[in-house]
């Protein structure tokens, strides 16, 4: 059972820094020429930013890419108990992730976090070709933190 939660025992930013780095499948929200669409995808959090691999051709890249709005998304934790409801809702941007050593490094802790047989050192590269995908980074520009432990409906604006 999730225990309430103590809003003067830890900042809020920081309960958000956790669920956002110990949560492992976020939604993307994107809107395009097709309409609304939503699309889960397996990510890490890391430097402020969340990694996730994705077809190019994927409709939530394609509209992510092109849309000057930018896209939403939204992560939570798994509860039995509506009174343990907490998660991030976040308006942001997709972006492709440019081959350097900050990706590198996200790339080698993706495969470390979701326990993909493949060399670290080269995860990039290999889960590229292996799952013809490409890397991506959605970053948050407003992040809200909902919590019902703190009340039903709780939400504040944190930065992550």
Known sequence: MDQPLDPAARPLAA???????????????TGGSQGCWAAPVY????????????S????????GENLESGCAASLYH?????????????????APVSMNVEALAAAGAYVKKFNIRINAENALAALTKQYRAS???????????MDNR???GSRKRVEI
Do not use: C, W
């Not at 990510?43 to 969340?50: D, Q």
């Not at 890397?135 to 933190?145: C, G, K």
């Open 78 to 94: 798994d509860s039995d108990e509506v009174k343990a409801l907490r998660g991030l809702q976040m308006q942001g941007r997709i």
């Open 43 to 54: 990510y890490l959090y890391k430097n402020g930013g969340f990694y996730f691999f994705s």
């Open 15 to 29: 309960e958000a820094k956790t669920l956002a780095a110990d949560a492992r499948v976020m939604t993307l929200a």
């Open 135 to 145: 890397f991506y980074r959605f970053v948050p520009e407003e992040v809200y933190y």
């Open 56 to 63: 190019p051709d994927s409709r939530h890249i394609q509209d």
């Open 150 to 152: 703190l009340g039903f």
